[in-house]
């Protein structure tokens, strides 16, 4: 089985375990299989609106097995990361919701919500409501020479719906105000997974997400190994044209690969299929599973890419055959 060899799977979220209100199909099934087969869950979350009680909650209502223990998130180390900078009790204004709060005051910080209140930090994460007055309260304590944390900076977030505006475009409205950037404490930067490490003490863990300017490049960052799933943001094309630091270990439909052999791949070879190159663009010969299809596409352009990136009109050859 793929889990074979790691101890911990640090799982995102949203387009990887559920989408909104509704899971992923068959990834609660192939979770509560991995657990059953001995690896660790951790659930690794860019969002910091709820609480790691609440998400837990609603991953036990989908069917995937969690407890607050088994959730990580970008609120968690936000204050871990604004708690190391700062003394103990220190003010710390927050623009975002209870799982930002909680996180704040768990790290011995005191949570405040006015500039008035002198906040040492200010610290902003996504929050269903999240207000003009609040964002204005955060733009102020900025200009006044608080540190600025961002949870993430996502610019959108896969539902139901489609993409809606993320973290990063909130982020926007306080930066821009202010001239000042954020600190990031989600993915892709360090502190999300050095978080995410110290609460789970994974010796060998397998990074799972379907974005590759988050969890992808989060992994890449940290030097260990990744599953990219195609049940939430990035497509085919997005793969085959991802620079070197976007590239994951493997590639999967979705969760059920887990608990299936990991195809070997060589050579532009995968399954039944063959992918080389023909008057400067990709092409893709053979047949099986779309999976395997791609997988062969994917070893072919990044070893032609090297360290760049193929051109997208390179590649739409191939997506026909995908399809």
Known sequence: MLIDGYDTLLLDLDGVVYLGSHAVPGAPA????????????????????????????????LGAPATAADVVTSAQAAARLIAERVPPGANVLVVGGSGLRLAVRDQGLRPVSTAAESPVAVVQGIAPGLSYGLLSEGALAVRQGALFVASNGDSTMPTQRGELP?????VRVIATATGVEPVYAGKPDPPLHRESMIRTRARRPLVVGDRLDTDIEGAANAG??????????????DVLTAEPRHR???VAEDLGALLQPYPEVRD????????????G?????????????LRAACDAAWAAAGEGQIDEDAVKPVLDRLK
């Open 30 to 61: 192939a979770l509560e299989k991995a657990q059953r087969h001995g690896v660790r869950l951790a659930y690794v979350t860019n969002n910091a609106s709820r609480t790691p009680a609440a998400i837990a909650a609603h991953l036990r209502e």
């Open 166 to 170: 993320g973290n990063g475009a909130m």
């Open 224 to 237: 260990v190994e990744s599953l990219l799933v195609l049940t939430g943001v990035a497509t085919p094309v």
């Open 248 to 250: 994951p270990t493997y």
């Open 268 to 279: 532009g070879a995968c399954g039944g299929w063959r992918a080389g190159w023909q008057d």
């Open 281 to 293: 663009a990709l092409r893709l010969d053979g047949d099986g599973e779309r999976i395997d299809g």
